[in-house]
C-alpha cells in the first residue's frame, strides 16, 4: 500500500474518524484542509445500496448544480442544419456534423462534454462509440445529452448541470464545486447533488440507499457526512 506523505499525515489528524458530519460542518473543513497550490475540486464518493450486476438497479442521472462547477465546460455539439446555428447561439465550443465526427476518429479530444441530436445519433454511436462511450462522453437521452432542444441543453451544461452514473462497485463519484467557493455554495451544491442522487433510487433497490457519503477536495482526505442534515 502506497504511504501518505507528511503533509497528507497532517491533514489527516484534523478529521475525526468516529464523527459522522453535518454538510454544513464539511463545507467548511474540506476548505481547511484544501492545501495545494491550485484550486482543488470538491468531490462526493457515495457507497450506493444496489446491485450493479442487475441492470434494473443501476443509477443513473444528471443534476444542475446551483452555483455551478467552478470552471469552464468545453461543449462539442453534434447537430446538422438549423440545429447548428442554435447550438452555436447558445454557447457551444464547438459545433458541426459528419466532419467533426471525422476529427474525432482521426484523435481530436479538446472538449469535456458532448451533445447531440437525435438525427445525428446513427453515425454518432456506430462511429464514436468506442471512443467516446468508454470517457463517458458518448451522447444519451437518459443523461439528457441527446435531443432536438440543443440550444436548452447546452446552457443547462454551461451552467453547471452534471452527469452521475454509479460503477461496478455500486459507487457514486462526483465534483460539486471548488474549494475557492464559499462554504455556504459548496452546502448548496452537495445537498442539491444528494437530492437527485435520492430521487434516482431505482424501484429495485431494497433497503438502506445511501450507505455511505463522503466529501473531499482533489488532495485532501475524505470526511463522512450525514447526507440528511
Partial sequence: MPKHGKRYRALLEKVDPT???????AARL????????FDETVEVHAKLGIDPRRSDQNVRGTVSLPHGLGKQVR????????KIKEAEEAGADYV??????????DGWMDFDAVVATPDM??????????????????????????GFNI????????????????DKTGAIHAPVGKVSFPPEKIAD????????LEASKPEAAKGTFLRSVYVTSTMGPSIRINPHS
Fill in 75 to 82: 461543449v462539442l455539439a453534434i447537430a446538422k442544419g438549423e
Fill in 121 to 146: 445519433m446513427g453515425a454518432v454511436g456506430s462511429k464514436l462509440g468506442r471512443i467516446l462511450g468508454p470517457r463517458g462522453l458518448l451522447p444519451n437521452p437518459k443523461a439528457g445529452t441527446v
Fill in 19 to 25: 464523527k459522522v458530519y453535518t454538510i454544513d460542518e
Fill in 189 to 196: 451544491n452537495i445537498r442539491a447533488f444528494i437530492r437527485a
Fill in 151 to 166: 440550444g436548452e441543453i447546452i446552457k443547462e451544461i454551461k451552467a453547471g448541470r452534471i452527469e452521475f452514473r454509479n
Fill in 96 to 105: 458541426g456534423g459528419e466532419e467533426i465526427i471525422q476529427k474525432i476518429l
Fill in 30 to 37: 474540506v476548505k481547511e484542509l484544501a492545501t495545494a497550490k
